[in-house]
C-alpha cells in the first residue's frame, strides 16, 4: 500500500522560509514521479513541482522557479521541498503526489495524494 504523509507545513511571514517533508512507503523513487501540488483558497490545484528518475526530469511551476527547491533522501524514502522567499501568493494547502514514471502537471494523472499540509504567508 502507498502512503504519503506530509509535514512541515506552518505559518510564515512574507519573505520566510519553511521546509515541506513527504514520507513515502510502499513505492520506489524509480517507478513513480515525485512532486507537490497545491490548492489555494477558492482555487483549483495546481502543480508546483515534480522529479522523475525515468527520465532526469525536474520541473517547477513558473510562479516558484528560483525559490523552490525538490529533493530526496532515498535512505528515508522521503522528498522535501524547500521553499525560500515566501510570498502570500503562496499561501495553500501542499500535497505530495505520486504517479506512475513521469511528472504531470495535470492532477487527473496522480495516482496517490497524500493528506495535505497548511501553509499560511502573512503580509
Known amino acids: 500500500e502507498v502512503q504519503l504523509v506530509e509535514s512541515g507545513g506552518g505559518l510564515v511571514q512574507a519573505g520566510g522560509s519553511l521546509r515541506l517533508s513527504c514520507a513515502t512507503s510502499?513505492?520506489?523513487?524509480?517507478?513513480?514521479?515525485i512532486g507537490w501540488f497545491r490548492q489555494a483558497p477558492g482555487k483549483g490545484r495546481e502543480v508546483v513541482s515534480c522529479?522523475?528518475?525515468?527520465?532526469?526530469?525536474?520541473n517547477y511551476a513558473d510562479s516558484v522557479k528560483g525559490r523552490f527547491t525538490i529533493s530526496s533522501d532515498d535512505m528515508k524514502n522521503t522528498v522535501y521541498l524547500q521553499m525560500k522567499n515566501l510570498e502570500p501568493e503562496d499561501t495553500a494547502v501542499y500535497y505530495c503526489?505520486?504517479?506512475?514514471?513521469?511528472?504531470?502537471?495535470?492532477?487527473?494523472?496522480?495516482?496517490?495524494w497524500g493528506q495535505g499540509t497548511q501553509v499560511t504567508v502573512s503580509s
Open positions: 503526489v505520486a504517479h506512475a514514471v513521469f511528472c504531470t502537471t495535470s492532477e487527473r494523472d496522480v495516482d496517490y
Open positions: 522529479f522523475s528518475r525515468s527520465d532526469g526530469t525536474t
Open positions: 510502499g513505492l520506489t523513487f524509480d517507478d513513480y514521479a
